[in-house]
C-alpha cells in the first residue's frame, strides 16, 4: 500500500491543532521541561539545512513529553538587525542575483518581490513562510507564545535587560574596533554578513622599511621572521599612494589608506606612485640594516594589509615559489631581464630549527603539495600548514642572536616589544578571516568606533560567573565545554549598539539601536509571558521595569506596580506564575557557529541578571549540513527549501533522513536517495504494521517459547538502548536501534518461527509481534510522529500516540541466556554457511558435535583468570592438573588449551562478563531443538551428537575440534 503522506501530515497536523496538544500550562502535578532553539531571521525561507537543528529539537521536546514532562517548546522571529534592510536595499537596486535567489531557488512570486522595498514585508512574508515550514513539519510548538523582536512589548523588555546590564557596570562607553560596513554605516556582527561569518579583528604588526624619505611599511603576524628577509614584494601592475599618516611618510596601497581613516588615523595623500617604478630599489630592514631589494610578485593582495609584502623565502611557501618564477620567466614580468643581477644574489636565509623538516621547511611543504607557481590555490594550505608547525614545534637559530633558542611565541613577543619602543613599527587592527562582506554586499572593513557602547564581557567578575554558569550546566557533546571555556576567557567587549537597522533603542541614549546578538541572550525567559501579553493584549505602556522585576527577580508589590499601570493583578500573577514554573531553561539548542557568540553571551547575561538558581541548565549543540557532500551555497544552486523538500519525500521521511546520518557534531549529507530509501522502508513499515494490526486472533493462548522470549528480551534491550541515547541526544544511534537493528530482530524472529505452522503458534506469534508494534512506534514516534500516530490510531487508541507514556526498560523481561542461546543459533547458521560457500559442495547430510563439560570447565576458568592476567599455557596447565578429572584426560586437556589459548585473551571484557554470567550452555539440547529450523535452511537433515558420545557418525574425526560456543561440523 502506497501512502498519501500529505493527506496523512495533514491529517494528524490539524488533529495535534485543534486538540491544542501542545499548549503548555502550568501544572503542579507535573515535572515540566522547558526547550528552545534560536528563533529564526526572516530574512529567506527555511531550506533543508534548518531542517536538522529545529526536527532535533523538535524530537527531543517530543521525547520529553512522553516520559511524562510538562514540556514547553515556543518560538518567535528575530527581526532586530540589518538582515532585511539589506535586502530591501538590494531589491531597490535590482539587484540581478538576489532577484534571481527569490524567483528561481525560493520561488517568490514577482508580485510580492516588488513589495519588498518595506523591510517589513520582507519579514512579514519569510515568518509567514517559515512559520508554514514549522507547521509541515509537524513541530510541537506553542504557538500562543510567538512575537517578534520589534514587538513594542519585546522592546520594553530589552530596556529593562539592558538598564539591569547597565546599573552592574556591566556596559560601557568608549572607543574600540568592529566590524564594520562602509556603505550602511554599521558595525557588523555575524547574523549581519553574508554566509553568517563573524569578523576575526586581531592585531597585526605594521614595519616600517625605510626608501629614502618614505617608509614601505609591511604588515605581518610574523615579526620574528625579520632575521630571514631576503627582499621586498609589490604588484607591478598598481599604483601605490604617497600619504602623509600622522607626520609620516609612507607608501601604501590605496586600499590600506583608506582602512587607516577608519581607525582614526590623520591621512593625507600627497601622491602616487607605480609599483612598477618601485621595483629595483633598496629599502633597509628595521632590524638588521641590511639593504634588500623591491621586486615584483603577482601574488601581492592591495587589499590585504599594506599592499607590500616582505619575503621570507625560506620560510613562506609564498615567497619562495615568487623567487623561483622570476628566475624562470614563467609568469613573464615585462622587466625581468632588470633585475636578474639581483637575483642571482638572493638565497634564502634560514631562521627557525624545525624537527622534520629541512634548513629550508618552505621547499618541503612546497615539495609536498606540488605547487607550479605563485597563484597556485594549493599554496595557501601549505602556508597555513608550515607557520602553524613552525609556531608550535620552531626554535630561533643562531642566525637571530640574542632571540637564538627561543620559542617561536617568545621570540615574536619580544621582538615585537623592540620595534614598538624604537619605533620601527607600529600596530593596526585588522580583519584576519578577510574577505567578509555584509548582507549588502559591501566588504567589512575594521574601524575604530568612539563612543560605542560596549557590554564589557572581559568584566573579571562577570567573567567568573559566566564559568561558573557554565560548569553547572551540561554541555552535549561535552567535548564542547573547553570551546566554550576558551570563548569566555578571551571575549573582551563586544559592540552592543548601532545607529542604523530594526530593533530597540538604548534607553539612556535613543540615538543608538541595540544590535541583534544583544537583544537575543535572555529572551527566553519572554516566552513564560508572552502567552499572557498576546492573550490579554497587555500594552507597551503597562510594561515597565517594575514589571518585569516583579515577574523575574520577585521584587516589588504586585497589587502596587498593577494599580499604577493599570494592570490587573490577576494577569501580574499569572505570569510571575509561569515564569516561577517553566524557568530556569532546560535545554537550549544552536549550531556550532554560535558557540564564539550567542551562546556564550547567553551564558554570561543568565549569569548576570538572575540568580543561580535560575541559570539554564543544558545546552545542545549540533553540527551542519552538505547536501550530495557539497557545503550549501546559492552560488553553487544546491539550496533546497524545506517546504520543497518535504512536498518531494514526505514530512516524516525527510525528518528520518535529516537526522538518521550523523551524530550532533557532525556534518550531517543530506542526498535525494537515501531520503526516497527513507520513504520506501516508511512505507513497508506502515504496510507491515498494518498486517499486524488486521490479523485476527484471540488472546487465550499458550505461554511464550524460547524464541519468543528472546524477541522479548531483545525489545527490552533495544527499549533501554534508545532510551539512553535519547537522554544524550545520540539521536542518530536511537533512530538506528528503533528502525533498523530492532526490524533485524523481528526479521530474525519470523525466520526462526517460520516453521512452526499450528495455530496455537501463529495465535502467539501474532500477539507478540502486535505488543512488539505497540512499543515499536511509541519508540519511533519522536522522529515520525504523523506515521506513527496514524499506526496508533489503526490499533484502536482514541488519545494521541504524541503524549502516550515513553516505554520503559523492564530488567525482569530480558533473560540473558536467552539471548546467548538464540546467538549460539545464528553462529552455527553463520559457520555451516560459510563451510558450503567455501567448499561449493551441495550438502548431503549435515552432523553438529558438541563440546564435553570438561571442555566448559577448562573454558570458563580461563575466562575467569584473564579479568585479573594475561593467560599463559603453563600457568593454566599447572593449575588445571590439580583436578584429578583432567589428570586423567592429560593428553586432551593439553590439546585443547593450546587451541584454547590463541583466542582466548583477545576476547573482550564484555563479552568475558557475558559468558561467566551465562556459564554452560547446553548446546546439545539447543541444537536437538533446533534441528527443524536447520534443515528448513540447508534442506537437507541435521543430525546432533556430542564428542564423547562412543557411537556418533564421524567418520573425518570432527568431534574432538569441538569447543564451547563452537561446535565441530561435518558436512557429508
Not at 502516550?804 to 554457511?833: H, L, M, N, S, Y
Request: contains cysteine.
Amino acid at each position: 500500500m502506497i501512502i498519501d503522506w500529505h493527506i496523512i501530515e495533514k491529517k494528524w497536523q490539524n488533529a495535534w491543532n485543534e486538540s491544542k496538544l501542545f499548549e503548555a500550562n502550568p501544572k503542579s502535578e507535573l515535572p515540566k521541561f522547558f526547550i528552545t532553539i534560536a528563533y529564526p531571521y526572516p530574512n529567506m525561507p527555511f531550506h533543508v539545512g534548518h531542517g536538522r537543528p529545529y526536527t532535533l529539537t523538535d524530537v527531543y521536546a517530543r521525547f520529553k513529553r512522553m516520559q511524562g514532562f510538562n514540556v514547553l517548546f515556543p518560538m518567535a522571529f528575530h527581526y532586530t538587525g540589518t538582515p532585511v534592510l539589506a535586502i530591501a536595499k538590494r531589491i531597490a537596486a535590482k539587484d540581478p542575483v538576489l532577484l534571481d535567489e527569490l524567483t528561481r531557488i525560493y520561488k517568490v512570486p514577482i508580485d510580492v518581490i516588488q513589495t519588498f522595498v518595506s523591510p517589513l514585508k520582507i519579514a512579514a512574508y519569510f515568518r509567514r513562510e517559515m512559520k508554514e515550514s514549522m507547521l509541515e513539519m509537524g513541530y510541537s510548538i506553542d504557538w500562543r507564545r510567538e512575537f517578534t523582536t520589534i514587538d513594542p512589548q519585546y522592546s520594553k523588555f530589552i530596556e529593562w535587560q539592558f538598564r539591569k546590564l547597565h546599573s552592574k557596570g556591566l556596559i560601557t562607553q568608549g572607543s574600540h574596533p568592529v566590524g564594520w560596513c562602509p556603505l550602511c554605516g554599521n558595525p557588523m556582527g555575524q547574523h549581519d554578513t553574508k554566509g553568517d561569518v563573524e569578523p576575526d579583528i586581531d592585531v597585526v604588526i605594521i614595519i616600517k622599511f625605510k626608501l629614502e624619505d618614505y617608509f614601505l611599511p609591511i604588515g605581518t603576524l610574523r615579526p620574528e621572521t625579520l632575521f630571514g628577509v631576503t627582499n621586498i614584494w609589490v604588484r607591478p601592475d598598481i599604483d601605490y599612494v604617497k600619504a602623509e599618516v600622522n607626520d609620516e611618510l609612507l607608501i601604501i596601497s590605496r586600499e590600506f589608506a583608506e582602512k587607516l581613516r577608519f581607525l582614526n588615523k590623520e591621512v593625507n595623500i600627497i601622491g602616487s606612485v607605480s609599483g612598477k617604478s618601485l621595483i629595483g630599489q633598496y629599502v633597509e630592514n628595521p632590524l638588521s640594516g641590511k639593504k634588500i631589494p623591491i621586486l615584483p610578485a603577482n601574488f601581492v593582495d592591495p587589499k590585504n594589509a599594506t599592499g607590500i609584502v616582505m619575503s621570507v623565502p625560506g620560510h613562506a611557501p609564498y615567497d619562495y615559489i615568487a623567487l623561483e618564477d622570476l628566475k624562470s620567466g614563467r609568469l613573464n614580468f615585462s622587466t625581468a631581464h632588470l633585475y636578474l643581477e639581483i637575483l642571482n644574489q638572493i638565497t634564502p636565509i634560514s631562521l627557525i630549527s624545525l624537527e622534520g623538516y629541512s634548513e629550508f621547511p618552505a621547499l618541503d611543504i612546497l615539495e609536498q603539495v606540488g605547487a607550479v607557481n605563485q597563484l597556485d590555490t594549493k599554496l595557501e594550505e601549505a602556508t597555513k600548514k608550515i607557520y602553524s608547525k613552525e609556531f608550535h614545534m620552531g626554535r630561533m637559530k643562531a642566525i637571530t642572536g640574542k632571540y637564538a633558542g627561543m620559542i617561536i611565541s617568545e621570540a615574536r613577543e619580544k621582538i615585537t616589544a623592540t620595534l614598538l619602543l624604537e619605533d620601527k613599527a607600529f600596530q593596526v587592527y585588522t580583519l584576519v578571516n578577510r574577505p567578509v562582506f555584509c548582507r549588502c554586499g559591501a566588504e567589512i572593513v575594521v574601524k575604530i568606533l568612539d563612543d560605542q557602547w560596549f557590554l564589557d564581557y572581559g568584566n573579571i567578575k562577570w567573567k567568573a560567573k559566566a564559568y561558573q554558569c557554565l560548569n553547572s550546566m551540561k554541555i552535549i557533546p561535552d567535548d564542547l565545554h573547553t570551546e566554550f571555556e576558551n570563548t569566555i576567557d578571551w571575549l573582551r567587549v563586544k559592540a552592543c549598539a548601532r545607529k542604523q537597522g530594526m530593533g530597540t533603542k538604548l534607553p539612556w541614549d535613543t540615538d543608538w539601536i541595540i544590535e541583534s546578538l544583544s537583544d537575543s541572550v535572555i529572551y527566553m525567559c519572554y516566552y513564560t509571558i508572552a502567552k499572557q501579553i498576546n492573550e490579554k493584549g497587555i500594552k507597551a505602556e503597562q510594561l515597565n521595569d517594575s514589571v518585569f522585576d516583579y515577574i523575574f527577580l520577585n521584587k516589588g508589590n504586585c497589587q502596587t506596580i498593577a494599580k499604577k499601570l493599570g494592570l490587573k493583578a490577576i494577569y501580574l500573577k499569572a505570569m510571575r506564575e509561569e515564569f516561577t514554573y517553566f524557568y530556569p531553561l532546560d535545554s537550549r539548542h544552536s549550531g556550532r557557529d554560535l558557540v564564539p557568540n550567542h551562546l556564550t553571551f547567553f551564558i554570561f547575561n543568565h549569569a548576570a541578571i538572575f540568580s543561580e538558581a535560575l541559570w539554564p541548565r543544558q545546552i545542545v549543540v549540533t553540527g551542519s549540513v552538505l547536501l550530495e557532500g557539497k557545503k550549501m551555497s546559492k552560488s553553487l544552486g544546491n539550496i533546497i527549501p524545506l517546504r520543497e523538500a518535504t512536498a518531494t519525500y514526505g514530512t516524516d521521511p525527510f525528518r528520518l533522513a535529516i537526522l538518521s546520518t550523523a551524530e550532533l557534531l557532525q556534518d550531517v549529507d543530506f542526498n535525494f536517495s537515501f531520503a526516497q530509501s527513507c520513504r520506501e522502508r516508511l512505507e513497508r513499515f506502515y504496510n507491515f504494521a498494518i498486517k499486524i494490526i488486521n490479523t485476527e486472533y484471540d488472546h487465550e493462548t499458550s505461554e511464550f517459547t524460547t524464541i519468543d522470549k528472546w524477541l522479548l528480551s531483545r525489545l527490552h534491550l533495544r527499549v533501554k538502548a534508545i532510551t539512553d541515547a535519547m537522554n544524550n541526544l545520540r539521536i542518530r544511534e536511537a533512530i538506528h536501534e528503533a528502525l533498523y537493528m530492532l526490524d533485524q530482530d523481528i526479521q530474525w524472529y519470523l525466520h526462526r518461527t517460520s516453521i512452526e505452522t499450528s495455530i496455537e503458534r501463529k495465535k502467539v506469534r501474532s500477539i507478540l509481534l502486535y505488543e512488539i508494534l505497540k512499543t515499536r512506534i511509541r519508540l519511533l514516534a519522536p522522529f515520525t510522529p504523523h506515521l506513527c500516530e496514524e499506526i496508533w490510531h489503526e490499533m484502536g487508541n482514541t488519545s494521541f500516540i504524541s503524549i502516550a507514556k515513553w516505554p520503559t526498560f523492564d530488567p525482569g523481561k530480558v533473560d540473558r541466556r536467552i539471548i546467548a542461546q538464540e546467538a549460539f543459533i545464528k553462529a552455527i547458521q553463520a559457520d555451516t554457511t560459510h563451510i558450503i560457500h567455501v567448499t561449493k559442495m551441495k550438502p548431503k547430510m549435515i552432523y553438529y558435535y558438541t563440546c564435553p563439560e570438561w571442555k566448559w570447565n577448562i573454558y570458563l576458568y580461563a575466562l575467569k583468570c584473564t579479568k585479573t592476567e594475561t593467560v599463559k599455557i603453563a600457568t593454566l596447565m599447572k593449575k588445571i592438573m590439580l583436578d584429578q578429572n583432567m589428570r586423567n584426560r592429560a593428553k586432551q586437556v593439553s590439546k585443547y588449551v593450546r587451541t584454547l589459548i590463541k583466542n582466548i585473551n583477545k576476547i573482550p571484557a564484555e563479552l568475558v562478563d557475558k559468558h561467566l554470567e551465562n556459564g554452560i550452555i547446553d548446546e546439545f539440547k539447543i541444537l536437538k531443538e533446533t534441528r527443524d529450523y536447520y534443515k528448513q535452511v540447508f534442506n537437507v537433515d541435521v543430525k546432533v551428537f556430542r564428542e564423547e558420545d562412543l557411537n556418533h557418525y564421524d567418520p573425518m574425526n570432527r568431534a574432538q575440534l569441538s569447543e564451547p560456543y563452537r561446535p565441530a561440523i561435518y558436512i557429508e
